[in-house]
């Protein structure tokens, strides 16, 4: 039986969400502050990977180990039931995360100099680490519609025409929850094929979509999937992130060889033995608890878009399609960023993100992390509540 009630005590615990608000807040004491801001939850994870988990301690001796072919196939079975995309295990290369995939493929398939472009606002690595290895980043902002965030294809072009060597895609997209729709996905798709752009797609929170969206996997709509490689991970879907675990899926054979190559020169091993355990448990045994999740966190949001938007002047809220975030649109209030989060961390004691987290565009917005218990939700929207009033 999942367990989605209980509020487990994780201050103290070595817990970067809990633990590090300190530090990433700027303030001197963070006891009575309530995060909900970095994207892991508040839930226990599924029973069936603990289980698994034992029974592997039981056996005394952790050597070297491999990745069997029924860990990989536990991904494909998973990928073929719950999204209707068929891959081969040949395609599939283990990693620590997806932003560590993301930085091998970027280094593997582009030289320093080279263009890379993104939407924005998006996740903050995706600048970060293009950064970081030397490479330019070119933005592409995403257009606002009716509280959901829609793609400008003439800018878009523009920009791959513009010299791009890699698009990296986020879908569905963190921080603003949209669930592409196959047109959109194909447009994208053809586009760089045209432009020989090659495609990066994050697709971490495929599993986190609500009824009637649906993930469309980049993989199936593309005319030439040799020209994509997707990366995928159980560690959001199931609240894995400290198992570090994650998977390139690459069906390009010459694009494998140079990613495997690029391992070996740096002595990267295949995932530790408790990794890939509960990454098979996960897939085998894990639909059941996420069917619950859904339900749960879709029923969180509802609350905080009811509670904010009718008893917060000046703040918006619109329920994504997907993932278990909220992107608050406070431009109305007339607050200025330094001004909202001052106000949320003194006089509401509740750490969110702030929006130009993920770049100029989020400015005037924040994320929320409503993956908790109930009584944590209803405590961390009274926080935001007492703050604005």
Known sequence: MADFTTVFQRRNTHSVKWDLVEEIYSIPDASEVLPMWIADMDFAIPSPIIEALHQRLEHPVFGYSLAPEETKSALTNWLQKKHQLKI?????????????????????????????LIHTPVYPPFTNVPEKLGRVVETCRLVEKDGSLEIDFDAFE??????VKAFILCSPHNPGGKVW??????????????????????????????????????????????????????????????????????????????????????????????????????????????????EIVSSNMDYVVDQLTSKVEGVKVFKPDGTYLLWIDYRDTGLSEKDMMDLLLTKGKLALEPGTKYGEAGNGFLRMNVACPRVTLEDGVARFIKALT
């Open 88 to 116: 081969e295990n040949k395609w599939i290369l283990f990693q620590q995360g997806v932003i560590p995939s993301i930085a091998a493929v970027v280094e593997a398939f582009t030289e320093v100099g080279d263009k890379i």
């Open 181 to 294: 729709s196959k047109e959109d996905l194909k447009k994208i798709a053809t586009l760089c094929q045209n432009n020989n752009v090659l495609v990066l797609s994050d697709e971490i929170h495929s599993d986190l979509v609500f009824k009637p969206n649906k993930h469309i996997p980049m993989l199936s709509v593309a005319e030439d999937p040799t020209n994509i490689i997707t990366f995928f991970a159980p560690t959001k879907t199931f609240n894995l992130a400290g198992i570090q675990a994650a998977t390139i899926i690459v069906p390009d054979e010459r694009k494998k060889k140079v990613l495997e190559e690029q391992a070996l020169a740096r002595g990267q091993m295949e995932l530790n033995i408790f990794s890939l355990t509960a990454f098979q448990a996960a897939y085998e045994h894990g639909e059941a608890w996420l069917d619950e999740l859904l």
């Open 158 to 163: 523009a920009k791959l025409k513009s010299g």
